[in-house]
């Protein structure tokens, strides 16, 4: 079995902490202040990208490249580790993008709801349409993709075949989507609450009286992350850290617009492993190398 470089630095990351909590750093987009910018886990923040537009959704792909939409171009870039960039496509107002396992990117668009698919080897197709006006994007565990539609208050499941079944209905402008370890989704509504389902549709409140939420994101430590919109107003929005329990801290302040969320060093296929599986992932990891030291002396 191949063992990537990103795993194994994962699983070492771990062995070395065994609450399985490692630096990871926050990216967060600015859509009217057309910058991208990077949080440490202290909250210390720092320009990605200037300029570049109106970016909407963030997402990291296994080897660490980031890559951005731009609801005015329609373009999709893509942002390499080495510093460079490129357009890998163009889909119109795109606010979702999702990796499945096998490392397709996903694309929500709003221009004729549909989802586009990015395949490992260049070529785009259109994997749904006709699904409503479309937000975020989340894969469960067992490949299925998960989808808001904004307007139409639903979420949609599509199967790895494309087959499309709605999930959950009468949400009050749902937009970003995120699973957590245990299975569930927990969905932004834009009408000031985050809510979680259970793998069997069973909806509660995780957080209320909010301002306008829109992107949601998970941390190595289970901890989620929200945008919460300030409806335009420069210095006026923030990010909110939640643990698992609910309890909200204020991460970030003094944003413009910030849309989507992604967290650099954990790309893994969601839902996010539990801290005590990584640790085991490591554990056996360095079993190996010992074992192969033994054998070789």
């Known amino acids: 079995m191949k063992i990537s470089h990103l795993c194994l630095g994962v699983a070492i990351s771990a062995l070395l902490n065994p609450l399985g909590t490692f630096a990871q750093a926050l990216f967060v987009n600015d859509l009217l202040g057309g910058n991208i910018y990077s949080y440490t886990t202290s909250g210390a923040r720092s320009t990605f990208a200037a300029g570049v537009g109106n ?9 660490g490249d980031l890559y951005e939409s731009d609801i005015t171009s329609g373009n999709i870039t893509e942002y390499k580790t080495n510093g460079a960039t490129s357009v890998i496509g163009n889909v119109g107002e795109a606010f979702g993008m999702a990796f499945d396992g096998a490392g397709n990117l996903f694309v929500s668009s709003q221009t004729g709801g549909d989802i586009v698919k990015f395949s490992t080897n260049g070529t785009s197709s259109v994997f749904a349409s006709g699904l409503g006006y479309l937000r975020g994007l989340a894969f469960n565990s067992a490949g299925d993709l998960f989808v808001a539609d904004d307007i139409g208050g639903n979420i949609y499941e599509l199967t790895p075949g494309g087959s499309s079944s709605t999930f959950a209905t009468g949400i009050g402008n749902p937009s970003g989507l995120a699973f957590n370890s ?41 901890n989620l992350f929200e945008s919460d919109n300030g409806y335009g107003y420069p210095g006026e929005a923030n990010i909110y850290e939640y643990t698992p329990g609910g309890v909200q801290s204020t991460f970030a302040t ?3 617009d910030p849309n989507g969320l992604a967290f650099q060093g954990l790309a893994l296929p969601v839902p996010e492993p ?24």
């Open 55 to 63: 970016p909407a959704a963030l997402v990291f792909d296994s080897a």
């Open 274 to 297: 539990s801290a005590y599986a990584i640790y085991g992932m490591g554990l056996g990891v360095v079993a190996l190398a010992v074992s192969y030291r033994r054998r070789r002396i």
């Open 182 to 222: 245990g299975g569930d989704l927990f969905v932004a509504s834009e009408n000031g609450a985050i809510y979680s389902y259970t793998p069997g549709g069973i909806r509660s409140t995780f957080a209320s009286g909010l301002n306008a939420p829109w992107d949601l994101a998970f941390n190595s430590a289970g």
């Open 254 to 256: 003094g944003l413009y």
